[in-house]
């Protein structure tokens, strides 16, 4: 198949996110720890074939053996994000070594718990996440103005930061609406998901807006608007 087809990117469903399993038939037993190999075996082929491989979910075992984790990022389950807040913890550890997004069921095109689209895109920014856009060919006209202001915006400022470690995350609002990552090349991102303006003292942080910084300057900053 991939002689034929010629991909350069492959998606496996499942495997990222199912636990391990065991199996205890003397025909085929098989320990938790067999079936991590696998899994690791599979994903290891995948890229021995020269594709870029990814998987829902994601977990630390398969950090070096995939390039990207689908729906690891966070997913707009109402019974957290009514009740809690998001905070990129994955990425704090593994930022450097492993991409994410969010689950291709909460992705920018619809609203959901976890936001509507320029909540989903600064949250994305500030986590150093990819951006995740579904859509029919008939639907990609009305999409390619907010594509191409999302490439412009988080894929080239990730670009800059996708091999570095996200050092620090920290709140700047008592709701949590607001706050800022901090990357070992010396990048800074400062959002605001909510509506109200926020005054952090060494600036202004209006509602649904940025701030890029790098080395301590601020090199972007706008309101974001789809």
């Known amino acids: 198949e991939v002689a034929a087809v010629a991909p350069n990117c492959d998606f496996t469903d499942i495997l990222g996110v199912t636990g391990l399993n065991e199996c205890h038939a003397p025909e085929h037993g098989m320990s938790r720890t067999r079936d991590m190999e696998l899994r690791l075996d599979f994903f290891r082929h995948v890229r021995s074939l020269g594709l870029v ?4 979910g994601g977990m630390d075992y398969l950090v070096p053996a995939v390039d990207i984790f689908d729906g690891l990022s966070y997913w707009g389950d109402p019974r957290v994000m009514q009740t809690g807040f998001t905070a990129p913890l994955f990425n704090l550890v593994y930022h450097d070594a492993v ?12 609203a959901s718990a976890s936001g509507d689209a320029v909540e989903k895109a600064l949250r994305d920014l500030a986590y150093g ?3 995740l856009h579904t859509f029919t060919l008939r639907e990609f006209p009305g ?3 907010w594509i191409r202001k999302l490439y412009d915006l988080v894929a080239k400022f ?4 996708a091999f570095a470690a996200m050092t620090n995350h920290e ?7 607001a ?4 990357f070992a090349s010396g990048h800074q991102v400062e959002v605001n998901l909510g509506w109200l303006d926020l005054n952090l003292g060494h600036a202004a942080l209006p509602g649904r807006s940025y ?3 790098r080395d301590g300057k601020a090199v972007a900053a706008a309101t974001l608007v789809r």
Request: without cysteine; proline residues 8%.
């Open 143 to 145: 999409h390619r103005a």
């Open 99 to 110: 991409i994410v997004a969010q689950h291709p069921l909460d992705e920018y095109s619809q």
């Open 211 to 213: 701030r890029l910084l």
């Open 53 to 56: 491989n990814s998987t829902e």
């Open 179 to 182: 706050f800022r990552t901090t």
């Open 171 to 177: 709140f700047l609002s008592p709701d949590f609406s």
């Open 158 to 161: 990730q670009g800059e930061t």
């Open 129 to 131: 996440a990819a951006p």
